[in-house]
C-alpha cells in the first residue's frame, strides 16, 4: 500500500509532537521545521530532523508558505503536515505544495478556498439544504447593517468574514451600539486576518456549539464520526470538549452527520474536516456554522470513543489510500471528555502568563491520555499561543467520564507558570455541568459572570 517515506511537520506545540507520532507508527521519517524560539521543543527533539525557518515571530517562521516548501523541497520530504493553526488552512500553501509535486495533508486549494470564507461558505451550505441561523451577507454600510438588524431582531451577533477564534465578533443588543460595534469588529478582523468584512446573525441566546467530525478520501467516499460538544467555552474560545454531545439523541446524530456528508461531497473534501453547528437549546434545530478545513484541537474526543487515529488518516488519504471505515463501522463507546490546559491566569482574565516549567507531573492510569510538548524546564515561550497540553478521558458514560477527568486534574501537578487547572475543577464539579445544562455563555454567564 502505498505511503510516504517522510512527511515534514509544519507546526509546533502539541500538535507537531502528535503528528511526529502518528508517523513513527505508519514506518514515516519527520522533518520538524522550528523557528528559533523553539529550538529546544520536545518536537524538535523527537524528530528525525529538525530545521529552523526564522525568528520567532510567527509571520517570519511558520506562516510563510515559500518557507515551508524549500525546507520539505531540501530535506526530500514527499508532504507536509500543517497540524492545526499556522498555514493549516492557506489555499496558498495547497496550491503552492501541488506546483512543487509535494503533497498538502489537507484538502485541495480550491475546497480550502470555497469553505474558508464564512459567507460563501453559508451560501454553499443552503445550496445542499443545510439551514444557516438568519442572518447577513457581508456587509457594506452601517445603515445597511442596521436595516437587516431590524429585520431579524435583536440582540446580532457580528462576524469576521475571514478567520475564526472570537476574533472580529461582537454581540449587539441594540441599534444604538451597532456603528460602534461595527467598527471595532472591523478593526479587529483587520488586524487578525487581513480581511475587514463583516457579516451578521441572529444571536441565539440558548446556544450550542456541536461540531461533526468528517473524513473523506481520494476515492469519493465520505464519513462521519460522531459530534463534540464545545460549548463550554469562553469569549468564544473553547475550553472542555466532549463526545458525544450530552444533547443529542441517535435522531439528531444521524441528521447533523448526513448534513456534513452531504456538503462534504458537494465541495469534494478529502481529508479530515469539521462541519460546525450551532445548536439551539430551545427549539432543538441546529444551522450551519461553518466548516473546519483541517484536524480539529479536540480531535481527541472523537478517536476516544470511536477507537480512530484521524492524524495517521489524514496521512493515508493524502497517500491516496482509500478510508479503512465505513459509515456503517462507526460506533461511539462511552464518552470522552477533552480540557484544554494553558498557561493563563484564570482569575485575571484568562491572562496568558509565559515562563519555565519547574514542576511537571502528569496524571496516569487506564483511559487517560495527555497530549503535549511540556517538559521540567521547557520555557512557554510568549510568541504563540499559552496551549500546554490537553488532557482526554475516556469513561463508559458521561458520569464517569466526568469523575475520572476531575480526579486526574487534581493529580496534575504543574508549577512556574499558572494554568487553567482550578477552571476546570471548578467547572467539572459544577451542577449545570454534570447535568449537560451548558450553552456558549455558560462560562462567563455563570462561572465568571462577564470576567
Not at 519527520?30 to 525557518?53: H, N
Not at 454600510?141 to 457580528?158: M, N, Q, V, W
Not at 491566569?345 to 503535549?372: A, C, K, Q, Y
Not at 512557554?380 to 458514560?397: A, Q, T
Amino acid at each position: 500500500m502505498k505511503t510516504f517515506h517522510r512527511v515534514l511537520v509544519a507546526n509546533r506545540g502539541e500538535i507537531a509532537v502528535r503528528v511526529i507520532n502518528a508517523c513513527r507508527e505508519l514506518g514515516i521519517e519527520t522533518v520538524v521545521t522550528v523557528s528559533e524560539a523553539d529550538r529546544e521543543s520536545l518536537a524538535a527533539k523527537m524528530a528525525d530532523k529538525a530545521i529552523c525557518i526564522g525568528p520567532a515571530r510567527a509571520t517570519d517562521s511558520y506562516l510563510r508558505p515559500d518557507t515551508l516548501v524549500m525546507a520539505a523541497l531540501g530535506t526530500g520530504c514527499e508532504a507536509i503536515h500543517p497540524g492545526y493553526g499556522f498555514l493549516s488552512e492557506s489555499a496558498s500553501l495547497s496550491r503552492l505544495c501541488k506546483d512543487n509535486e509535494i503533497r498538502f495533508i489537507g484538502p485541495s486549494a480550491k475546497t480550502i478556498e470555497s469553505m474558508g470564507n464564512k459567507i460563501a461558505a453559508v451560501s454553499i451550505a443552503k445550496s445542499v439544504g443545510i439551514a444557516g441561523v438568519p442572518g447577513s451577507g457581508r456587509l457594506t454600510s452601517t445603515s445597511e447593517a442596521k436595516r437587516i438588524a431590524e429585520e431579524i431582531g435583536y440582540p446580532i451577533l457580528l462576524k469576521a468574514s475571514s478567520g475564526g477564534g472570537g476574533r472580529g465578533m461582537r454581540v449587539v443588543g441594540r441599534a444604538s451600539e451597532l456603528a460602534a460595534e461595527m467598527t471595532a469588529a472591523s478593526a479587529e478582523a483587520e488586524a487578525a486576518f487581513g480581511d475587514p468584512a463583516l457579516y451578521m446573525e441572529k444571536f441565539i441566546e440558548r446556544a450550542r456549539h456541536i461540531e461533526v467530525q468528517i473524513l473523506g478520501d481520494t476515492h469519493g467516499n465520505i464519513i462521519h464520526l460522531g459530534e463534540r460538544d464545545c460549548s463550554t467555552q469562553r469569549r468564544h474560545q473553547k475550553l472542555i470538549e466532549e463526545s458525544p454531545s450530552p444533547v443529542i439523541d441517535p435522531d439528531l446524530r444521524s441528521q447533523l452527520g448526513e448534513a456534513a456528508v452531504r456538503l462534504a461531497r458537494h465541495v469534494g473534501y478529502q481529508g479530515a474536516g469539521t462541519v460546525e453547528f450551532l445548536f439551539d437549546d430551545h427549539t432543538r434545530k441546529f444551522y450551519f456554522l461553518e466548516m473546519n478545513t483541517r484536524i480539529q484541537v479536540e480531535h481527541p474526543v472523537t478517536e476516544m470513543v470511536t477507537g480512530s487515529d484521524l492524524v495517521a488518516e489524514q496521512i493515508r488519504i493524502a497517500a491516496g489510500q482509500p478510508l479503512a471505515l465505513r459509515q456503517t463501522d462507526v460506533r461511539l463507546e462511552g464518552h470522552a471528555i477533552e480540557c484544554r490546559i494553558n498557561a493563563e491566569d484564570t482569575e485575571n482574565s484568562f491572562m496568558p502568563r509565559p515562563g519555565v516549567i519547574t514542576h511537571w507531573l502528569p496524571p496516569s492510569g487506564d483511559n487517560i491520555r495527555l497530549d503535549s510538548h511540556c517538559y521540567i524546564g521547557y520555557g512557554v515561550p510568549p510568541f504563540y499561543d499559552s496551549l500546554l497540553g490537553k488532557l482526554i478521558v475516556h469513561g463508559r458514560n458521561r458520569a464517569e467520564a466526568i469523575q475520572l477527568m476531575s480526579n486526574a486534574l487534581h493529580n496534575f501537578k504543574i508549577e512556574g507558570v499558572p494554568t487553567t487547572i482550578p477552571f476546570h475543577i471548578r467547572a467539572l464539579q459544577h451542577e449545570n455541568f454534570t447535568t449537560g445544562n451548558v450553552t456558549t455563555r455558560w462560562v462567563e454567564e455563570t462561572l465568571f459572570h462577564g470576567n
